[in-house]
């Protein structure tokens, strides 16, 4: 019996690729459940702490960081994002762009002046509670509340609906961005 060894050979026609398992280069863009609350987490500790930074070190350095946030979240480095914030209006409701995400964020935009920052609101926690995930492959969704807590103690509770994907370092990107505040029959 022929004994085998880690290393394969494929061969396509008359072209032969030989690959040993130290090698072999493995590409999953697969999702898993644990990263999706990862990322989720990761977003509301970073809403607390552009929130403190404003307080701290004011507009420009809260300004930074979420630039930074936005850049390590959202997926703008691969297209438009989908993105519709809580607190938005006609004619400037959705956000596909990154200087859009940025002004609904800490606000200071001309072009933008409906925006007051929604990350400068003095948030001092965030969680999210999620009804439901569907991941399917390199795509997971996700829809629940999140809920943010300010400085007095009160709490504002948002219906968000996010879908993640990921890029192509395997680091999980905000696509889809979704929030609304729940209905309130009158």
Sequence with gaps: ??????????????????????????????????????????????????????????????????????DAAYGYQMGVVLFKPTLTVVPQTFRPTREGALAYFVGGDPAFPNDTGFALKGWTDCSIANNAVFITGDSA?????????????????????????????????IVLHHSSLPYTAQ
């Design 141 to 173: 969704t996700t829809m629940g509340n999140v809920s943010i807590t300010a400085k007095d103690g009160s709490v504002t509770t948002v219906d968000k609906t996010w879908q993640f994907v990921k890029d192509d370092a395997g680091a999980l990107r």
């Design 1 to 70: 019996m022929m004994k085998r060894t880690l290393s394969a050979a494929l061969v396509f026609g008359s072209l032969s690729f030989a690959a040993s398992a130290s090698e072999a280069v493995v590409v999953s863009k697969a999702i898993t459940e644990a990263e999706v609350t990862a990322a989720q987490q990761a977003w509301c500790a970073a809403l607390v702490d552009i929130s403190a930074t404003h307080d701290r070190d004011g507009q420009e350095a809260a300004k930074a960081l979420a630039g930074d946030v936005i």
